[in-house]
Each structure stands twice: as C-alpha cells, then as structure tokens.
C-alpha cells in the first residue's frame, strides 16, 4: 500500500502548488517535503513495534493475584466436614465447575447476540468533504467533437453530508436466524457439559471423601503402630549383637517387623494421598487445618436387577448423548444456511440524505429501492448440499449410536462392578473381625516370651491393615456405586436451588441423590456393614519384650 502511495505522491509535488506558510517568518513549505515526511513517519512507526515479555516483576504480580482468586470468597470452615458439604465445597468453589459456568454464561451471551444479528441495518452517518480543486466538467459533441460548453462545476470543494439508511437482506436475514438457532443449541450444549462436570465433580469426592475419612481415623493409630515397631526393631537389634537369642529366630522377628513397617507405610502413604486429593476438589488452600465428620457411613443401595430401565434412562438422560443430538441440529441448520444461499436474494433500501452543497436544487432528499439478485450458477451446488446433508445426518447418527452403545455398556458394568465392590465389602468386613479376634487372643495371652510380643504386633498390624482394607473397601463400593449413579445420568442437584451456600447446596445434593435412589433404584438400601469397635491397642505390659527379659538376666 504504502509503495502505491509513492507515485501519487510525486505527481501531486509536480503539479500543485499549494504551500504552507509560515506564521511566524512567512516561509513556505513545499508539499512534497512534507509528504516525503509522513512516508517516513508511517515507515518508522511499523518498524517500531517489537516482543516485549513480562518483567520477573509482572510475573510474581500475576502469580500472588492468581493464588489470592483461587481461594477467595469462600466460606469459613467452621464445623467438621460431611460428605454432602464437602460436595457442596467442591460443586461451589471447584475451578473446572466455576469454568463451565462461565462457558455456559458466554454461550448466553452470545446467542443474545445472534439474535440482534436479524434485525435490518440502520445506519447514521455524517461528515465533512473537502478537496483541493474543483470538481467538474465540459462537453464535446458526439459527432464533431467540438466543446460545446465552458468548464463547470456543481459542486463545493468543501461539503457537510449526513445519512440516515434502512437496509434489509432477505438472505441475510435467513443466515442469521439458522445461526441464532445455531447458538441456541450451543446454549443447551454447555448446559449438558456443565451437568457432566457437575457429575463428575461429586463422583471424584466419593472416591476421595471415604477415603479421606478412613484415614482421619487411622492415621494416629498407625503412627504409633510404626513406633512400636521401630521400638522393637531397635530392640531385636541389640539382642542380635548381644547374642541373647538364636540368630536365625532374632533374625526372623526382623523381618516380620520390617513386613509390618512396609505395609503400614505404604497405607500411610494412600490415606495421607486420599486427604490432599479432596482439598484440591474443595478448593482448600494448602495448610488450611479441618477435619471430617465422624458421621455414620451411608447405607448402599442394593446391586440393581432393572437393567432395562436403568438402561433406558441412561439413553434419555446421559449429558454426552444430549450433547450429541443437539450437535447434530447444530451442524444441520450449516447445511440449510448454505442451500438457503442458493436461492434468489432481496434486497430493500431507505434512507435520509443532506448535503450542504450550495449548487443542488435540494439539499435534503429521500430514497428507496428494492433489488432482486440471483446467482444463478449457484444451483449447480445443490446436489452436493444435499448429499452433504444425508451424509451428515448418518454421520451424526452413527456417532450418536456408538456413543449409545459405550453408554449401555458402562451401565452393564457398572451394575457388575458394585456388586464385586458390596462382595468385597463383604469379605473385608469378616476379614477385620478375624484379625479382631485373633488380636484379643494375643492381648489375652499372658506369656512374656519373645514370640508373645512378636504375635501381638504381627496381630495389631494385620487388625490395623484389615481395618484399612475395609475403609478401603467402603469406599471402593462407594465409588462403584457413585459410577453406576452417573452411567445413568442423573443429577446431582435440583433444577432450581433456593441459595447458593454451602449448608443450602448440601441439603440439596442430600435430597436428591436420596430421590434419585429410592425412584431408581429401590427404596431398599443394603445397610452398610458396620465394623465392630476396634480399641487402640495399648503396649501390654504382659507382653514384655525379649530385650527387657535379657536386660534383667545381664543384671
């Protein structure tokens, strides 16, 4: 553009002469300097912009600003935490939910937008025309070619002019109400992902919750199990290098004991593990101290036997399988947006003119007009379009089947695995009341021999892993439970919810998963094994270690 600007440039410097004068001295300016001046102007100023990073300085801004919104405006946390509100929490101030919301409040505003797109152009324009010579005329005659009038002209070098014009496209008008139908469906879109999240979210704190739980309750009682066990660990030790006992039997109490650390450490490490991953779901700073409520685990409901109807709710309710339709009502208004293009277009204007010129006859004046277009050529693409729109249909079709399909399965094994998840349940609930067992035994038996103390611990620790295991599998069955609850695809919340608080939104998700499971899945719920009371096992005195027994016989 700016290489085309050089010729007319040196033209206009050749033949005007207009200059600028001074005020102050009377000294004239050639035109061509100072339009040789503003190329170079127009030159330096492209060539000057340049990357430019953030500073160390804007860095730490953006990250201390970042880290102040994650956690900001959220609720004090002023009681012990239950399921439901923990939830809520998550449902209220989880990043990725807050995120769908906003994609739902965008695809809003923008179908607000797309309406306005139908409306006819009306538009107001006003302005100032000015030029540096006189616009006109003569006239020659046709046949001779002699001047048949002097130069003339009709019109100002400098002119005010304002318009006020209506405009109405027909095509235009049917473009715009397939793409306002379009953001429409868009809308509904993000609603069904924003459910999807929603699911997904509770789904995670189930998983996360009853874990987290468990390891409220078992944490201290393991780190005093692993003192114990260091304890004795030091104690076999002194005995091996003292030669108080046979080494082979020192030895293999060693090795029972380091079996025993292993395990209860790499449970450790799943419940410290299951706490951090929900105070990511709630949103909770880290190093923000709260506990859990000891509250009573819910029941489970019965392995479902309705496989019809969870399957045929599942294909009605599922948030990937809405989507998918309304998609497909998304791509078919693009196909009738461009067959409607095909036919013929009108056109219809208006409008309000003024111009200040001093020659017209009227300065103030009205138009309108009607046009009718038509490119003909177009229809040839008719056939295509409508064989891109079968095909799309199939298409959309086909996806949405396969999607079906992926959705009845995960309702079959989903059904499948709550119950392997209540049978191992189940078998973990007889398994803690063994290991119970067997450690009152040992509790109970007053020997003070080295395999005495050595039976305790081994009792103690495989009680605590049974313990755990059954935490474990508690909330395994509840995350199988959480899973087949949303391969059905239902709601966690209400479709209108009184307030937004925490304690509000809890009570919600309280009373409509219990709905959802007495309408979906039977009024009887399979009552959650509860797990006798374990007490923390004390240190029996009876059960003296065999380093204190060699410590009095060396005195």
């Known amino acids: 553009m700016i290489s085309q600007l050089f010729p007319f440039i040196r033209e206009e410097a050749k033949t005007m002469s207009v200059t600028l004068s001074s005020p102050s001295r009377g000294r004239k300016i050639p035109v061509?300097?100072?339009?040789?001046?503003?190329?170079?102007?127009?030159?330096?100023?492209?060539?000057?912009i340049q990357p430019v990073a953030f500073t160390d300085d804007e860095i730490k801004a953006r990250v201390a600003q970042d880290r102040l919104q994650m956690y900001a405006s959220q609720e004090a946390i002023a009681a012990p935490i239950g399921f439901h509100e923990a939830t809520a929490r998550a449902l209220k101030y989880n990043l990725d939910y807050k995120l769908k919301l906003m994609e739902t409040a965008l695809s809003k505003?923008?179908?607000?937008?797309?309406?306005?797109?139908?409306?006819?152009?009306?538009?107001?324009s006003a302005g100032y025309v000015n030029r540096n010579n006189d616009s006109g005329g003569q006239s020659i005659g046709i046949e001779d070619r002699i001047q048949t009038l002097r130069p003339s002209t009709s019109q100002e070098?400098?002119?005010?002019?304002?318009d006020l014009t209506f405009s109405w496209n027909v095509l235009d008008f049917g473009v715009s109400y397939y793409r306002a139908q379009q953001k429409a469906d868009q809308v509904l879109m993000a609603e069904e992902r924003r459910r999807k999240v929603i699911q997904n979210v509770m789904q995670d704190v189930r998983n996360s919750y009853?874990?987290?739980?468990?390891?409220?309750?078992?944490?201290?009682?393991?780190?005093?199990?692993?003192?114990?066990?260091?304890?004795?660990?030091?104690?076999?030790?002194?005995?091996?290098?003292?030669?108080?006992?046979?080494?082979?039997?020192?030895?293999?109490?060693?090795?029972?004991?380091?079996?025993?650390?292993?395990?209860?450490?790499?449970?450790?490490?799943?419940?410290?593990?299951?706490?951090?991953?929900?105070s990511a779901l709630m949103s909770i700073a880290p190093g923000t101290p709260y506990t859990l409520a000891d509250e009573a685990e819910q029941p489970l409901p019965q392995v479902p036997t309705n496989f019809d109807m969870l399957e045929t709710m599942a294909l009605e309710r599922r948030p990937e399988i809405m989507e998918e339709w309304?998609?497909?009502?998304?791509?078919?208004?693009?196909?009738?947006?461009?067959?409607?293009?095909?036919?013929?277009?009108?056109?219809?204007?208006?409008?309000i003119h003024y111009d200040s010129n001093a020659y017209n006859y009227n300065a103030n004046w009205v138009d309108t007009g009607l046009r009718l277009s038509?490119?003909?050529?177009?229809?040839?693409?008719?056939?295509?379009?409508?064989?891109?729109?079968?095909?799309?249909?199939?298409?959309?079709?086909?996806?949405?089947?396969?999607?079906?399909?992926?959705?009845?399965?995960?309702?079959?094994?989903?059904?499948?695995?709550?119950?392997?998840?209540?049978?191992?349940?189940?078998?973990?609930?007889?398994?803690l009341r063994v290991d119970q067992q067997l450690l009152k035994y040992a509790e109970a038996a007053e020997h003070s021999r080295?395999?005495?103390?050595?039976?305790?611990?081994?009792?103690?620790?495989?009680?605590?892993?049974?313990?755990?295991?059954?935490?474990?599998?508690?909330?395994?069955?509840?995350?199988a439970w959480g899973r087949l609850y949303n391969s059905v695809g239902l709601d966690v919340l209400p479709e209108a919810v009184e307030d937004h608080d925490v304690k509000t939104l809890a009570n919600a998700i309280a009373d409509t998963t219990r709905q959802w499971q007495q309408e979906v899945f039977g009024a009887g719920a399979r009552a959650a094994a509860s797990a006798p009371a374990v007490s923390t096992v004390a240190p029996a005195p009876a059960a003296l270690p065999v380093v204190r027994v060699g410590l009095r016989e060396a005195q």
């Open 32 to 48: 061509r300097s100072l339009a040789v001046s503003c190329v170079f102007l127009i030159l330096a100023g492209c060539g000057a």
């Open 109 to 124: 505003s923008l179908h607000d937008v797309s309406t306005f797109e139908m409306l006819p152009q009306v538009v107001a």
């Open 157 to 162: 070098r400098e002119r005010r002019l304002a």
């Open 210 to 278: 009853w874990r987290a739980l468990g390891a409220q309750k078992l944490l201290g009682r393991v780190d005093s199990l692993l003192v114990r066990v260091n304890k004795a660990l030091v104690h076999a030790r002194a005995i091996e290098s003292q030669g108080l006992m046979p080494r082979q039997e020192v030895l293999a109490y060693q090795r029972a004991l380091l079996d025993a650390v292993n395990l209860l450490t790499l449970r450790r490490q799943d419940l410290e593990l299951a706490r951090a991953e929900l």
């Open 326 to 351: 309304y998609r497909k009502r998304v791509t078919e208004n693009d196909i009738k947006a461009a067959k409607l293009l095909l036919w013929p277009n009108l056109n219809l204007d208006a409008g």
């Open 374 to 431: 038509w490119n003909i050529l177009k229809l040839t693409q008719w056939p295509a379009l409508k064989r891109a729109h079968a095909h799309q249909n199939q298409t959309d079709d086909m996806r949405r089947m396969a999607l079906s399909m992926a959705v009845l399965t995960q309702v079959r094994v989903g059904i499948q695995r709550y119950g392997l998840a209540v049978s191992e349940l189940d078998f973990a609930q007889e398994s």
């Open 450 to 479: 080295f395999q005495s103390e050595l039976e305790v611990i081994r009792a103690e620790a495989r009680a605590l892993l049974a313990e755990y295991q059954r935490y474990a599998s508690y909330s395994n069955a509840q995350a």
